[in-house]
């Protein structure tokens, strides 16, 4: 790691370019060291907070790639372990041009299946769209979703590769997939809710199962803001009927605005793909990652991140896995039914819930249960011209003025490098 950074330090001080200085901080190889690196960006003398925007909203150098269909073999930094070598297959669409933001599917595959599955159903749409796509073959066993960090973060590594090569549309990247895909496209939108401008999973569905931490219905509400498609037959698996229609039936209380179970009633573990105007559905979808109201939700490790709202630290209460406590004579009088909403009860309190929104230049609002401690970032355009930020977290109201910082905005972009969303300034809340 010192190694690491030392090189870094020597590199970035005889570097002409901000832009070579900001991809050699985002292309180090984990979290820490990009974190590290940022640091010392920041504490440059020579360089102020607005060279600093400007290079970040200019952040991408692509060379022309051809069109069509092929592979790529990379080795992906997955986690903690040494870097794990990868099948990508990506499609370049006819009409891609580096300098013009193109938007970009990335599509999951099922259980003994390839990227190049995934890929193919989907060409004609990319074409017609300008669209990128991007499908990672599994490097594991391929034996069907086991809800792992690492499988979450191949996908993630995958996508970070793909916009570090393709100008990628930060706020056009959809996610879809299919059995095996389907359960963890549901799984990476549901912990990763800012990611993506859309969710078309298939045959797959959220989890409700507290044990080895696979229950992720629980961060439903986070993502109730997307467009949403899900493809299933209604002679799938019982349980997982159950919790589609559990979620979508709870987006609808919350009043997702673009949200839709789409059920084939003569199919099993199988789907109509025909039955969404899919260059229609994708072309709408967009995120917005400084929109006024968020929401995320959050257990585990205690921290979740949606757009500029983050959790930082959790109550004691809050655990993802624990043992259930039921009376056993009034648990066997509970249909199946409903002792699974029983149960999705239990999660839910012992999940934590943000919700923050800007309800007027300099004034937030934020209602939190579970949350010990938060933090909010800021972008140029959500400062008050002047004066401080007031912030009403139930019964107490803090004031504060923030900081513009080049620290603040360097630590995030080393992670995102996302050119639309670039926070200059945070507080943190207790």
Request: hydrophobic share 45%; proline share 6%.
């Amino acid at each position: 790691m010192l190694v690491t950074l030392a090189l870094f330090l020597l590199q970035s001080g005889s570097a002409p370019s901000l832009a070579d200085d900001l991809e050699r901080a985002v292309d180090l190889p984990d979290p820490a060291a990009r974190a590290q690196a940022a640091l010392a960006l920041a504490r440059r003398e020579d360089v102020f907070l607005e060279r600093w925007l400007e290079a970040a909203r200019g952040f991408g150098r692509f060379a022309p790639a051809g069109a069509g269909t092929h592979e790529e073999r990379v080795e992906l930094e997955v986690g903690l372990a040494a870097a794990e070598p990868t099948s990508l297959w990506v499609h370049v669409p006819a009409a891609y041009a580096p300098g013009t933001p193109a938007p970009l599917l990335v599509a999951l595959h099922g259980t003994g299946g390839s990227g190049e599955d995934a890929l193919l159903p989907w060409v004609a749409t990319a074409e017609s769209l300008g669209m990128l796509l991007l499908a990672p073959s599994e490097a594991g066993e391929n034996a069907g979703y086991a809800y792992t960090d690492r499988e979450r973060s191949s996908v993630l590594a995958a996508l970070r590769w793909m916009r570090r090569h393709f100008d990628v549309d930060e706020n056009r990247v959809h996610l879809t997939g299919s059995s095996r895909g389907g359960h963890l496209a549901w799984d990476l939108a549901l912990r990763h809710p800012d990611l993506f401008a859309s969710l078309a999973p298939m045959t797959g569905g959220p989890r409700l199962e507290i044990a080895e931490s696979r229950n992720n219905l629980s961060y439903l509400e986070g993502i109730a803001h997307l467009s949403i498609r899900d493809l299933q037959g209604s002679g799938d698996d019982p349980l997982l009927l159950f919790n589609l229609h559990l979620a979508f039936e709870l987006l609808e209380a919350w009043k997702a605005p673009d949200c839709e179970l789409l059920e084939f009633a003569d199919l099993g573990h199988d789907f109509d793909m025909g039955a969404v105007e899919w260059p229609s559905f994708f072309a709408r979808a967009a995120r917005d990652p400084g929109r006024a109201r968020v929401v995320v939700c959050s257990a585990g490790t205690g921290r979740g991140r949606s757009g500029w709202a983050e959790i930082l630290e959790t109550s004691k209460e809050v655990c993802e896995t624990f043992a259930p406590e039921v009376n056993a004579a009034r648990w066997s009088r509970l249909s199946s039914e409903e002792q699974r909403r029983e149960l999705q009860r239990m999660v839910d309190e012992r999940t934590a819930r943000l919700e923050v929104a800007r309800e007027a230049p300099g004034r937030i609002t934020a209602r939190g249960k579970g949350v010990a401690r938060f933090r909010l970032l800021l972008a140029s355009a959500m400062l008050p011209e002047k004066g401080p930020i007031r912030v009403d977290s139930g019964a107490k109201s803090r004031t504060r003025t923030p900081e513009r910082s080049a620290e603040v905005l360097l630590g995030d972009f080393v992670e995102r490098f996302d050119r639309t969303f670039l926070p200059v300034a945070e507080l943190t809340v207790p």
